[in-house]
């Protein structure tokens, strides 16, 4: 059975750095592109950027382009979503979703439960 | 990027009803389209892909329609179960961007 199982929630003052989590089952984690989305709070989904996981080859979304890395590590499974600087802007959910690559498109069909990161003072 | 304009924002309905939401793009995606339907408190649920494909394990009244730049997801007999919000999105190139989203509620 396919599960992505995100981090737990975090809290971080302003300008801490952050790295969050989202754990592939399923022994198809270099078959799949891994894509990074947030929901501020009472808002709509925002794509952030992807990563294919057999060669960490990434796109990101220009909003977030510069303020976000995304990486992965095939040997456990794992996408990451990195910030260096938080921001208090950075509160809300984020969620992993995955996609086949080529001509399959990009249909997210199975996603994590979603990681909370609250960046207060 | 490519906008994405979900009409109606919100939308009150009735156990029964027949209820159909619009997307449009602000280009021409051909039929790359995207519908997901999400609780609160949970991650979004794919219910179309590629406009029309109803993904596996979603009841047959949900059904979706379009291509090009107009795009519908009609829910034939609302359930308790689908009040919830509703997001397109589109494929056609990098962004990727959705909807702004329409929030299905009981009347």
Redesign the interface.
Same mark, same amino acid.
């Given at each position: 059975e396919v599960q992505l199982v995100q981090s737990g929630a975090e809290v971080k003052k302003p300008g801490e750095s952050l790295r969050i989590s989202c754990k592939v089952s399923g022994n198809t984690f270099t078959t799949y592109w891994i $894509?990074w989305v947030r929901q501020m709070p009472g808002k709509?989904?925002? /794509?952030m950027g992807r990563i294919d996981p057999s060669d960490s080859y990434t796109?990101y $979304?220009? $909003?977030f382009q510069g303020h976000i890395t995304i990486s992965a590590d095939k040997s456990i499974s794992t996408a990451y979503l990195q910030w260096s600087s938080l921001q208090a802007s950075d509160t809300a959910m984020y969620?992993c979703?995955r996609h086949l690559g080529g001509s399959s %498109? &990009? &249909?997210?069909?199975y /996603? %994590?439960? %979603?990681t909370l990161v609250t960046v207060s003072s | 990027d490519i906008q994405m304009t979900q009409s109606p924002s919100s939308l009150s309905a009735s156990v029964g009803d027949r209820v159909t939401i619009t997307c449009q793009a602000s280009q021409d995606i051909s039929k790359f389209l995207n519908w997901y339907q999400q609780k609160p408190g949970k991650a979004p649920n794919l219910l179309i892909y590629d406009a029309s494909n109803l993904e596996t394990g979603v009841p047959s009244r949900f059904s979706g329609s379009g291509s090009g730049t107009d795009f519908t997801l009609t829910i034939s007999s609302l359930q308790p179960e689908d009040f919830a919000t509703y997001y397109c999105q589109h494929y056609n190139n990098l962004p990727i961007t959705f909807g702004q989203g329409t929030r299905l509620e009981i009347k």
């Open positions: $894509s709509g989904l925002e /794509w796109n $979304s220009p $909003s969620y979703a %498109g &990009v &249909v997210f069909d /996603w %994590g439960q %979603g | -």
